[in-house]
């Protein structure tokens, strides 16, 4: 994890600024013989987002781009998984090593018993109700948060969003975009019944939540009771924890501030989202919550893939940058790291390979479904590969049914490429005993140790069967070790 104090400033201009004028009266300034700017403190800013699955740990990645992208603040980032995407998110981060950023997560199973009376359609779950209870999950001390679904994606700084809890009142709790969707109307088809809402209601894939108030008025006790009052009649909810915030908000109407509909253009068919902007260019956040995603209808749909596929293929070791006037404190191992670096003589031939040695690799693990129970006499082949070998995956997974672990040397844009191929394969998508785990390219060199040492650690069997990736093994060559 990487700490931050949440006590940096910076110069800014005396123009709107991105903290939307949260400005620090008794900053000093910095001389310009024509602009006296005045100091803003870079606030630390809290995101939660709730995320379980392999799946959800591959997207999430994707919103963290883009936030990462544009922000000028130290984060703090609060994860709600399961052990699944806990395994999967700890690993990357800590092998990120993003400055200013901090990271802590939150066992959803400690939550479940919160919300699993609530009977739910929706295709997310159990965790599509886990948002209910963030006042109880996070620390009693975080006054403020937003609250982001896995399949949003930034096109702004999100301090501007941040900003905007200085505009609510004094009785206001809660800050969503109204529903872009004729959903909550109840017109959508005949006898349609939706859960009570206040007008069109609101989306919850971007919330502003002001704990601190949510706790003095009792949240969870209110939430509940309008849960199961609801429920008498509505049976299950729709739309997971949207349906209840909705029914809430419809009693409260004051705990309420709206936030301009640009903060979460809903890209699912029949929106009104193209009403939310005159240009492509005044959209600050994008929320892909239809079930066909990108394959959503809107008439600049092109233009949101687009956005969405430069996040998705971005270099992620390009955001490691430090923020700019404002150093981050740096972890342990970071320490370590630059000590060793100082320790190296650029005038050693072999400079280049031992600084290559230093690297720190961001590392992705079961990049793909892996669901495999592992018996006392099982073994795993292990092996590693990049783009170049990856016509021998089939050839592999025919030759070998036991499990596999694969190290992938591959940037992120062949990450995505390798995904594609791996979904669209007959033999690979329909294998779940196969690890697939991603090192990114980083420096001119191939870690074939490393590689070897990250496949080998994530084979979960008592054996393993170490080799070259274009090697085959006999047909059936897992079984004999059975019959020893």
Partial sequence: ??????????????????????????????????????????????????????????????????????????????FITD??????????????????????????????????????????????????????????????VIVLDTDITFA???????????????????????????????????????????????????????LERLRRISWEQMWRLTAERELMSMLSTSLADQDIFNAFIKQNPVLVHQLPCFWNVQLSDHTRSEQCYTEVSDLKVIHWNSPKKLRVKNKHVEFFRNLYLTFLEYDGNLLRRELFGCPSQASPESIQLQGALEELDEDDQCYDFRRERLTVHRVHL?????????????????????????????????????????ALYLSDAEAQ???????????????????????????????VNLLRNVALKNANTPYTFLTDVDFLPMYGLEIFHHLK
Avoid at 374 to 401: F, G, N, Y
């Fill in 1 to 78: 994890k990487h700490f931050y104090d949440g006590s940096c400033r910076r110069a800014v201009k005396r123009e709107p600024s991105f903290l939307s004028g949260e400005t620090n009266s008794s900053s000093k300034t910095v001389m310009n013989p024509t602009v006296t700017p005045p100091l803003v403190s870079l606030q630390l800013i809290h995101v939660a987002c709730v995320c379980a699955g392999h799946n959800a740990s591959r997207d999430v990645v994707t919103l963290v781009k883009s936030v990462l992208f544009h922000r000028r603040n130290p984060l703090h980032f609060h």
């Fill in 417 to 447: 490429q390798f995904l594609r191929y791996a979904q669209a394969s007959e033999v690979l998508k329909n294998r779940k005993n196969v690890g697939y785990h991603i090192v990114y390219k980083e420096g001119q060199f191939y870690p």
């Fill in 366 to 406: 079961e990049f793909l479904q892996y669901e495999y129970t592992p018996t006392e006499d099982d073994v795993t082949l292990v092996a590693q590969l990049s783009m170049d070998r990856l016509q021998m995956l089939e050839a592999i997974c025919k030759h070998w049914e036991g499990p596999i672990s694969l």
């Fill in 156 to 210: 702004t700084d999100i301090a501007e969003l941040w900003g905007i809890f200085r505009k609510f009142t004094d009785k206001q709790v809660i800050g969503l975009v109204e529903n872009q969707s004729d959903w909550y109307l109840g017109n959508l088809w005949k006898n349609h019944k939706p859960w009570p809402a206040l007008g069109r209601g609101f989306n919850t894939g971007v919330i502003l939540l002001y």
């Fill in 83 to 144: 052990t699944v995407a806990n395994r999967i998110l700890s690993s990357l981060f800590r092998s990120w090593m993003v400055p200013s950023v901090q990271v802590s997560f939150y066992d959803a199973d400690e939550l479940k018993s919160e919300v699993s009376w609530i009977p739910n359609k929706h295709y997310s779950g159990i965790y599509g109700l886990m948002k209910l209870t963030l006042t109880k999950a996070l620390p009693p001390d975080l006054n403020k």
